[in-house]
């Protein structure tokens, strides 16, 4: 079964700043890999998916990910952050949609000073 | 078009009590999806649906829980005597299809408080 960890469970930085979250995953092949951001108060929105061709995925809200086989990465970076990014941030691999085939990590939670 | 939508948006319930919780999903969604999201927790996988058939029901964490779909639309997840371990956030997400990797599209949750 696959498995995600967020290492960082609490990120902090400066409206401005570059943003990277990390996401390791733990699987066999490649997986599907999604980034989804939970603002507070709402429902899970997909910020972007990998599924195979080019590593480097572009997502909504100005964010991308790249996908690293050899370190079974899929970090999630922003340029330059926004108040209105702060949002709990999850992870979630899968090779199929649902139950022990489809895994969210345990989140990050994103705090931006202004 | 309409999102997925969850009622009620907060429940309040007394230990042993047993409670209802509805999802509306996307019109013309096929697939549908129950996850519990703790205090300080991840998702948790509860259940998914197909139509109005549910192949994994592994997610389930004790027989007090139950779901049902249908019409292959609306989904109403029923927690009976309920526990106050039971206290998290609900969540239901939809899918056009059940293809892997499908866009799940999430509801903003039922915040369920057992006292």
């Known amino acids: 079964a696959q498995s995600v960890t967020q290492p960082d469970i609490h990120i902090t930085v400066s409206e401005g700043a570059s943003l990277e979250l990390r996401c390791n995953y733990s699987?066999?092949?490649?997986?599907?890999l999604f980034w989804y951001v939970q603002s507070p108060g709402q429902g899970l929105q997909l910020l972007l998916k990998y599924f195979s061709g080019d590593t480097l995925v572009q997502g909504i809200k100005g964010f991308e990910a790249e996908f690293k086989r050899s370190q079974s990465s899929f970090n999630l970076r922003k340029p330059s952050v926004h108040w209105s990014d702060a949002a709990e941030y999850f992870c979630?691999?899968?090779?199929?949609?649902?139950?022990?085939?489809?895994?969210f990590g345990p989140g990050t939670r994103l705090s931006v000073l202004p | 078009g309409a999102g997925v939508s969850q009622s009620p948006s907060n429940k309040v319930t007394e230990k042993g009590k047993d409670v209802e919780l509805r999802c509306d999903p996307i019109s013309g969604h096929t697939a549908l999806y129950w996850y519990r999201q703790s205090l300080g927790q991840g998702l948790e996988f509860l259940i998914y649906?197909?139509?109005?058939?549910?192949?994994?029901k592994s997610g389930l964490p004790s027989d007090r829980f139950s779901a049902e779909r249908t019409g292959g639309s609306v989904s109403t997840l029923t927690i009976q005597r309920t526990q106050q371990e039971d206290s998290a956030v609900y969540l239901c997400?939809?899918?056009?299809?059940?293809?892997?990797?499908?866009?799940?599209?999430f509801g903003p949750g039922t915040r369920l408080l057992v006292l």
């Open positions: 979630a691999v899968g090779s199929d949609n649902y139950g022990q085939n489809f895994v």
């Open positions: 699987y066999g092949a490649t997986p599907y």
């Open positions: 997400a939809s899918s056009l299809g059940s293809a892997p990797g499908e866009t799940q599209y």
């Open positions: 649906f197909q139509g109005n058939s549910a192949p994994d």
